[in-house]
């Protein structure tokens, strides 16, 4: 089999052809495995986690930090303070492609350590609507530019309560990065 | 060529791409604090024989991490988003994919910068029908569990760790027997989006197969394409799929007279027209 090496115009990607392959035309009597656009494929989570800084909670009310990092915390019962942070991520791979990314579309619950299934209402928290600053037309999708990169930052809302106890709230949330 | 011999050239790719401070080694470099971070080659794979081929996982974040791997169903919709969907909501094409999928490891623990292979060969039954069948595979990394510590509990209100399990898929594509397929542009217009104009267009496919490759907007007298959009796929559950593509002001102005759209496959691939239409478009 011809093994070439080379890299992209644009020096974002590795390509091996192993072979090539026709899209209209693939006969399994003559062809064997062949894979396609060896272009490599990074995601980075550079930015660290989702960070809602600390919250007094006095009474119920939502706080929302927008993918941007904008801060909305207007509920009179909740006094936010700290730092906050969005979730940053990086993907790098072909250049001039459009990537959908997928974000929970439910809710994620974050829970105490002291949480007992008895004891949900002050021990978790639900957080929902996650969004991303970079949007298609119908959804989060992120354009790689001509170099093959690009960033993408994750905000959500987390609705509290009231009851919530004094504590660290954990809890993890899937981002996935859809090649086509 | 053996599985041996395809990982030791891999492993030898991602050797030179470490050592090259120009292209990869930017790339492999890049500040990553996070455990977890990957990098994932090739982005696509398509069997249409008996044997195998090889995916490289590699970690390019700073600390030892361990990666799942794991076969899952995408459908794309007609505005190319790609869904995800539950396995007791496969249909029978799709299950037939999932079961004629086999590969190894499926969890892998590795220290920074070591790459692994992840052997795929499909073994579909002998009763298949002709056909494109299609799963995604997976890659994402298992946080460890944190250790909470005295300072990220805070004596008094309410703080969030809230950790992302982030990861990767690309298309795993078994081809079974002759398919084709035939993809026309319709309708090329300018559109108002939300952020500016667009270019909206719409692909209609027909054939058992699925389509890849680059779609270039050209005009005459302009010798750069006015649009090049990479990477582009009309999967087989879709007649007719919507683009979208926003447009600079530079761009736009260009939009006037006479364009010319060409969609074709990726170089890498022949890089043969699959489609075509001079329009005018403003």
């Known amino acids: 089999m011809n093994k070439t090496i080379r890299f992209g115009a644009a020096g974002v990607a590795m390509f091996a052809a192993l072979g090539m392959s026709s899209v209209a035309h693939a006969d399994t009597a003559t062809a064997d495995a062949t894979a396609e656009i060896l272009d490599a494929l990074v995601l980075n989570n550079d930015g660290g986690s989702l960070d809602f800084g600390t919250m007094v909670v006095s009474g119920g009310g939502v706080v929302t930090l927008a993918a941007d990092g904008t801060l909305t915390c207007a509920d009179p019962d909740i006094v936010c303070s700290g730092t906050t942070g969005v979730a940053g991520f990086s993907v790098e791979g072909t250049a001039n492609k459009a990537v959908t990314i997928n974000l929970p579309t439910g809710s994620v619950e974050l829970r105490h350590p002291s949480y007992t299934p008895a004891t949900a209402a002050q021990h978790a928290i639900e957080l929902d609507t996650f969004t991303s600053s970079e949007n298609g037309g119908s959804g989060p999708e992120v354009t790689l530019d001509a170099a093959g990169d690009a960033t993408f930052d994750v905000g959500g809302t987390i609705t509290l309560d009231g009851s919530e106890e004094a504590g660290t709230f954990d809890g993890t949330f899937d981002v996935s990065v859809e090649y086509s | ?282």
């Open chain 2, 1 to 282: 060529m053996s599985f041996k011999s395809l990982h030791k050239l891999t492993n030898r790719l991602l050797t030179i791409a470490a050592a090259s401070a120009v292209t990869l080694g930017a790339l492999v470099s890049a500040p990553a604090q996070a455990q977890g971070d990957l990098l994932v080659a090739p982005t696509r794979v398509i069997l249409d024989g008996s044997r195998g081929t090889e995916v490289i996982l590699s970690n390019i974040g700073s600390e030892e991490a361990t990666y799942r791997i794991g076969l899952e169903l995408r459908r794309m919709l007609e505005n190319g988003r790609l869904v995800p969907v539950e396995r007791t909501d496969a249909n029978s094409s799709e299950e037939a994919a999932l079961g004629m999928i086999r590969y190894a490891p499926r969890r892998i623990t590795l220290p920074p910068g070591q790459p692994q292979a992840v052997r795929l060969a499909a073994r579909p039954g002998a009763d298949l029908p002709d056909g494109e069948y299609r799963v995604h595979m997976s890659f994402k990394a298992i946080p460890r569990p944190r250790e909470v510590t005295a300072s990220d509990t805070p004596a008094e209100g309410v703080s969030i760790q809230l950790i992302p399990i982030y990861g990767v898929t690309i298309p795993i594509i078994v081809r079974q027997g002759r398919v084709e397929a035939q993809v026309a542009i319709n309708q090329p217009s300018i559109v108002q989006g939300e952020s500016g104009p667009e270019l909206a267009f719409s692909l209609s496919r027909v054939g058992d197969s699925s389509t890849y490759g680059v779609l270039e907007v050209t005009k005459e007298g302009v010798e750069e394409p006015i649009v090049l959009l990479r990477g582009l796929a009309v999967y087989p559950e879709l007649d007719e799929r919507q683009v979208r593509v926003r447009l600079t002001p530079e761009q736009a102005a260009n939009f006037n007279g006479q364009i010319r759209i060409e969609y074709r496959e990726m170089p890498e691939a022949g890089g043969g027209l699959i489609a075509a239409v001079d329009s005018f478009v403003g």
